[in-house]
């Protein structure tokens, strides 16, 4: 008797399960060649959305919540001085010793906008839209180390291997574009995130909600082009062969993947003609360039947020801008000077330019890095240590009510003290802002119901327009 396998199961008993697999994979496809599936197509929310797309720009490395947003007078006065016994009762410190001196803000803060919202003279160009923004001071993370920080914040777990943020959206929501991914990454800084492309990837999700990272040179994504002595007609002929053999595949298997690996064939396809075109910054008028302080052909943050815009322009439901520049645990001073140069004009240029275009009110912006940074001293007098207790974040449009802050931290920026906000509390709030309990959108697997927020997280309804 021959041995029965899982295959062979699938196969000749999932009445079907290849067949239907295939069609619901690609019933909303006009043809095979077009290579659009439902897993892509635009999905129904929960309930009406606020947000239909969102751009998040992540800080990585965590810049310090008290040299840009948390004004602490308090710890101007203990500046060199040891911080209270019972400031440090149980705390964990990443590298240093947690009984090192407290240190003063560097920078000086004032109140702009009609909402007051106080921030630090490093960010003079997100100040002019301060009122456009809601700043939360009181957020907190399980994790200390950059690495499982990153993951966390992207993720809902510091575990390597859980969908990310981007890929739940997808998932939930499909993409209203067909020739440009529904989850694209650009990354800047002086290196990529700690976490690496788990911060975008789709873990057990269906291969398909996976980010696709792009570069802001002439190439965005490499080997798109044909070789020399590949016409259009050539590489058509050969992917739909190699289409039929896996359509074939995927009748016998009933693999999922097979579909993801048919459909990204036929994006790459696609994004031949349209990735070039998105990618050109000339076409942008010299206002909008200079608005950004973007230069067409270079690598910046600034070219990012030009090209976030653009993306969204053109249906793609999820925007992340990695630029991994803000762990100082030493030259405090000068590296915070240059991070805020580079990405403070093109990051209010991005919110000023989505809402003169009427995209802000359904495009959901989100600023922030992994954890924040110590009020004690690190690196002798000009650095300070990762520090998940309370740090500072903000979203705007897409549903979130401008011009707020809410909550605070202690008179340290040690603790955060009212309104707590959790990842898991940011997570789900965001999903609600996409139409989604973040309680329901789940996704089966090894016999569990996963979610982004696993079995934590409230929805911040102080955010909520």
């Known amino acids: 008797m021959n041995d029965i396998t899982r295959r062979w199961f699938f196969r000749e008993c999932g009445v079907g399960l290849g067949s239907a697999a295939l069609y619901s994979l690609l019933k909303n496809s006009e043809s095979h060649a077009a290579g659009s599936t439902s897993a892509l197509a635009p999905h129904a929310s929960q309930f009406l959305p606020r947000a239909k797309r969102v751009i998040y720009l992540f800080m990585a490395g965590a810049p310090s919540h008290l040299e840009l947003f948390d004004n602490k007078p308090e710890l101007a006065k203990w500046d060199g001085k040891l911080p209270p016994a019972e400031l440090l009762k149980g705390y964990r410190a990443a590298f240093i010793n947690p009984n090192s001196k ?18 630090s003279e490093l960010l003079p160009h997100l100040a002019t839209v301060a009122d456009d923004i809601a ?7 399980d994790a200390f180390n950059h690495a499982p920080g990153q993951i966390m914040m992207n993720t809902g777990a510091q575990q390597f291997g859980r969908p990310s943020l981007g890929a739940w959206s997808l998932y939930g929501l499909g993409s209203e574009s067909q020739d440009l991914p529904g989850f694209v990454v650009f990354s800047s800084g002086k290196k990529g995130p700690s976490g690496g492309s788990s911060n975008w990837g789709c873990g057990f999700l269906p291969t ?16 798109l082009s044909n070789p020399r002595g590949v016409d259009d007609g050539i590489q058509r002929d050969s992917l739909d062969s190699i289409r039929q053999l896996n359509e074939l595949r995927l009748d016998v298997t009933g ?30 008028t010299k206002d909008t360039l200079e608005m950004y302080g973007a230069e067409p052909g270079k690598s910046s943050f600034a070219n990012n947020c030009l090209l976030a815009r653009r993306l969204v322009e053109r249906g793609v439901r999820f925007v992340q801008l990695f630029h991994e520049a803000w762990d100082q645990h030493g030259n405090l001073v000068n590296d915070l ?32 890095g992994e954890f924040g940074r110590t009020p004690m001293v690190q690196g002798g007098s000009d650095g300070r240590d990762h520090h998940p207790n309370a740090f500072t974040m903000w979203l705007a ?30 997570h789900a709030t965001i999903m609600q802002l996409l139409g989604f309990d973040h309680t329901k959108l789940t996704f089966r697997f090894q016999g569990r119901d996963f979610r982004l927020t696993d079995v934590h997280g409230n929805v911040v309804q102080k955010l909520l327009a």
Request: charged share 25%; aromatic share 6%.
């Open 102 to 119: 407290l240190l003063g803000p560097k920078f000086k803060f004032a109140r702009h906008g009609q909402s007051g919202a106080e921030l």
């Open 135 to 141: 700043i939360v001071k009181s957020m907190v993370t």
């Open 208 to 223: 398909v909600n996976n980010g696709v990272l792009f570069r802001s040179g002439a190439e965005p994504v490499l080997y």
């Open 255 to 284: 693999d999922p993947e097979i579909a993801a690996r048919i459909n990204s064939f036929e994006m790459a396809y696609r994004m031949q003609a349209s990735a070039p075109d998105l990618m050109d910054l000339t076409r942008e």
């Open 337 to 368: 000077k240059k991070n805020c140069a580079d990405t403070d004009q093109p990051t209010a240029a991005l919110l000023r330019d989505l809402k003169q275009r009427g995209l802000l009110e359904d495009t959901l912006v989100i600023w922030g």
């Open 397 to 426: 449009g897409g549903g979130v009510k401008p011009g707020i802050t809410i909550g605070e931290s202690d008179e340290f920026g040690f603790n955060a003290t009212t309104d707590r906000v959790h990842v898991h509390d940011l």
